[in-house]
């Protein structure tokens, strides 16, 4: 019987499906989308959330009183603050 597609009833699915690098190739292009999905939508850390840590207070806090910022009275102020925390 004669095949009436321009490309021929070998051609029909152009390379997808025939052996294994069909299956293996939509596999692939799966997983790339899992992957994406869970990349988007991962949830956050506290460090990506910026709050930073009491510690890390505390150092920009003597960071500022090394620039002259803020005098020693408004680090001790500042610094039993955060320590309370």
Request: charge should be negative; proline fraction near 7%.
């Amino acid at each position: 019987m004669m095949n009436n597609t321009p490309f021929g009833a070998d051609d029909m699915m152009m390379g997808w499906g025939t052996g294994y690098s069909g299956p293996l190739i939509m596999l692939a292009i799966a997983a790339l989308i899992i992957l994406a999905v869970f990349a988007i939508f991962k949830p956050q850390t506290p460090h990506q959330l910026d709050q930073p840590s009491p510690e890390h207070s505390i150092i920009i806090l003597k960071e500022r009183l090394a620039r002259g910022e803020i005098d020693e009275k408004e680090y001790e102020v500042k610094r039993r603050y955060l320590d309370r925390e």
